[in-house]
């Protein structure tokens, strides 16, 4: 019996001990190499800049007073510090912009392994600017960990998506948000000033990006390649199966390959679709918006600003400074706690409850927050709540919105649409990312203690769409996703097309291949 035509009763009666096979060595070394060497430098890098602040301003007011004869004037040195700041994000979308290409060129795997480059260069040059005088080291630096950046956060969840069974796709895809929270916490426990958190140690904050990086450059060469990456644009079916098997840690792999052969015999003449193609295409329309709307809601819900302003935030809240770093501290652990609550219950409670609930409760806290900073001066209690009110904030933005959007990108679109769809995603992230750190202050300044309420509202819309418009995607294959969105597309997507023809040939008693010459006939030439 031949991979496609095992009997469907097979696969229920195998689900029971696959389920328990799911999470194999490899899997799991996958995951977890793959994400500390990519969304762990992201989040380190997020944080990081946050407490040598002092030591790196004083560092470009020495640079330029040594080389111009005076100390650099306060609206200058503002200028240094923000562009050393935002231009991370900068960074992050010529990084995103990259990934297309590299991906048809390298592959998933060994995108990965080549942005280890990035982020070793970015590493000596930001830990060496100090003894070298250059504060312009330090940005260039920056500027290269954002591309580093970039790059890891499309191509890494496009390899998790790829190699996990559809039955732990969103709990695989966590992992992303997870080592993002790791990194964040990092960053904050590195520089507290019993660690690298001192004048003389600060460049050691950045050279510790170069660990990250080497690990992952020296084990991820030892596991296989996304399968479906090897069988769509490689057409090594034998390599597709190998890789199933170490992913899944079993020789049966009869079921997996059976779903992807048959999306690949498919779209077998089919081209990989451009970001224009994409765009403009009726039958992805809705998921395009979907994803647009969920990384713009993502960056602007405005836990990049409590992220980038914490300190400025607590002290605001009445805390003594002293205290600031150990607060800070709290949240990186909170950040990572809810992540791995979620990557527990996503494959229980769904995408759509976590999504929708995660930025609920960040509107809620968000309105209680902009009182409690309004009538700090009323009690001494009062910015201890607020407090509260940031911690659980971030809870309920990592326990479902700071990891699903990434989780969706990959679950929305067919394998020729993804890189596209990823550019778009990842465009759309780093934009709203620079747009928050530019725009932050200014919000802050004019509204005073109101400003929460903008990124309050941008929650309650982001909620009250997703529970409109967006399908729940546990478990589901990528086909039936596409047909959970075809009503509001108003166009019959391919694959209900391509079961309408293979169900036509079964009732008329026509052969097998005969389906694969219709198959075939419908997509032929076209781009999806």
Not at 54 to 80: C, Q, V
Not at 205 to 234: H, M, N, T
Not at 403 to 430: C, D, K, M, Y
Not at 434 to 443: E, N, Q
Request: glycine share 8%.
């Amino acid at each position: 019996m031949t991979v496609s035509e095992k009997d469907p009763q097979d696969d229920k009666q195998r689900n029971p001990v696959e389920k328990k096979l799911d999470w194999s060595c490899s899997l799991v070394a996958a995951s977890l190499v793959g994400a500390f060497g990519s969304s762990f430098l992201y989040g380190y890098n997020l944080s990081v800049v946050n407490a040598p602040a002092p030591y790196i301003k004083a560092f470009f007011n020495e640079t330029w007073e040594r080389r111009h004869g005076h100390p650099i004037d306060s609206d200058m040195l503002t200028l240094l510090w923000s562009v050393t700041v935002s231009i991370f994000a900068i960074g992050g979308l010529v990084g995103t912009l990259m990934v297309k290409l590299m991906g048809k060129v390298l592959g998933r795997k060994y995108i990965l392994l080549v942005n280890n480059g990035f982020a070793i260069s970015a590493a000596l040059l930001m830990a060496c600017s100090l003894q070298a005088g250059a504060f312009e080291m330090l940005i260039v630096g920056r500027f290269i960990m954002g591309v580093d950046g970039g790059i890891a956060l499309s191509a890494l969840p496009m390899y998790l998506s790829e190699i996990s069974p559809k039955e732990i796709r969103g709990s695989l895809g966590q992992v992303t948000a997870i080592f993002i929270c790791i990194g964040v916490f990092t960053g904050q426990l590195l520089g507290l000033p019993e660690l690298l958190g001192k004048e003389a140690l600060w460049p050691y904050l950045f050279g510790v990006i170069v660990v990250p990086a080497f690990i992952q450059l020296v084990s991820l060469p030892f596991l296989p390649d996304s399968p479906r990456y090897l069988l769509f644009e490689k057409h090594d079916e034998a390599g597709a199966i190998k890789a199933f098997q170490t992913f899944l840690g079993k020789e049966d792999v009869s079921r997996e390959m059976e779903e992807v052969l048959a999306e690949s015999r498919a779209w077998r003449n089919v081209r990989l679709t451009s970001v224009l193609e994409l765009l403009k295409m009726p039958s992805a329309r809705w998921q395009v918006i979907t994803v647009i709307i969920t990384m713009a809601c993502y960056q602007l819900c405005g836990l990049n600003a409590i992220w980038f302003y914490t300190n400025s935030i607590f002290g605001g809240a009445g805390i003594p400074p002293e205290k600031t770093p150990y607060l800070t501290l709290s949240t990186g652990g909170i950040e990572t706690l809810a992540a791995i609550f979620s990557g527990l219950v996503i494959e229980r409670l769904g995408r759509r409850p976590l999504l929708i609930g995660g930025f609920g409760l960040m509107a809620v806290f968000f309105g209680i927050l902009t009182v409690t900073l309004t009538l700090q001066d009323r009690a001494s209690w009062i910015p201890y709540l607020s407090i509260v009110c940031i911690l659980v904030i971030i809870a309920a933005f990592c326990s479902g919105p700071g990891g699903i959007p990434f989780i969706l990108t990959g679950e929305f679109f067919q394998q020729s649409q993804r890189p596209a769809a990823f550019l778009v995603a990842g465009t759309v992230n780093w934009l709203s990312n620079f747009a928050v750190g530019l725009l932050f202050p200014f919000i802050q300044e004019s509204l005073d203690t109101y400003c929460f309420l903008v990124f309050a509202a941008v929650c309650i819309m982001g909620a009250v769409y997703f529970f409109f418009v967006l399908p729940e995607t546990k478990n589901r294959t990528h086909a039936e996703i596409s047909q959970a969105f075809a009503k509001r597309n108003k166009v019959y997507p391919p694959e209900e097309k391509i079961d309408s023809i293979e169900a036509d040939d079964k009732t008329n008693g026509r052969p097998k291949s005969g389906s694969v010459s219709s198959q075939d006939n419908c997509v032929k030439n076209r781009i999806v």
